[in-house]
């Protein structure tokens, strides 16, 4: 890399940790706002956050839009496809915005109000002979309480997570998680470690990118 390539990209990921942090602020009055707000009013502010990422998130737009078409393309119009997408980005926007109104729930009466969890005996037979449960996690959407919900029902449970962009955003993702009883490893860590967490007999929650976007 050259001189001039290096200072350059120091430059632009300066810009975007910056961008980042100043977005943090925001998202974290956003989150306690949530907390108070009627759920039917988080729905309405996930639709139009929803449009919003449609319209301005051109990358994460085109990425659905090609997929749907590759596997839709000689079964739907174009329109149809179009409304997929932005269907799939809102419902995305509303699993975030629904996680976040209720990160603060640890009680698990509370919390259970809020999941319902059908086939637990068939995780319980599994988790039972003591050679760990792989649990994959598609990111579709309430992936997060998904996620938390085996610890949240009393399974001794690890989960590999991608680090994300804003490091504060992950810091306090991986907070809420560890509230409710959750291990986090990160994908940067050793693949032992994942090995040790099945001879443990845990859970280990893996997320897969199973989204069009």
């Not at 640890?106 to 449960?133: I, T």
Request: hydrophobic share 40%; net charge positive; charged share 25%.
């Amino acid at each position: 890399m050259s001189f001039y390539s290096k200072h350059k990209y120091q430059l632009k990921t300066i810009r975007r940790k910056t961008v980042l942090l100043l977005l943090f602020i925001p998202l974290l009055t956003t989150i306690l706002i949530f907390r108070i707000l009627p759920v039917k009013w988080v729905r309405h502010f996930a639709d139009f956050g929803g449009m919003l990422f449609y319209k301005f998130g051109k990358n994460s737009r085109d990425r659905a839009l090609n997929n749907l078409r590759m596997i839709y393309g000689e079964e739907l119009t174009e329109n149809e496809i179009v409304c997929m997408a932005k269907s799939s980005l809102t419902e995305s926007i509303k699993a975030f915005f629904d996680y976040m109104a209720y990160s603060h729930v640890k009680d698990r009466k509370k919390y259970f109000k809020l999941v319902e969890v059908q086939g637990e005996e068939h995780l319980r037979d599994a988790y039972d002979r003591g050679k760990g449960v792989i649990c994959l996690i598609p990111h579709l959407s309430s992936w997060e309480f998904a996620a938390i919900t085996p610890p949240m029902l009393g399974y001794e449970t690890s989960a590999a997570s991608k680090a994300m962009k804003m490091e504060l955003l992950e810091k306090l993702m991986v907070k809420f998680r560890q509230r409710r009883g959750m291990k986090n490893i990160t994908r940067e860590g050793s693949y032992q470690t994942l090995v040790d967490v099945l001879k443990r007999g845990e859970c280990l929650i893996i997320m897969t990118p199973l989204s069009p976007w």
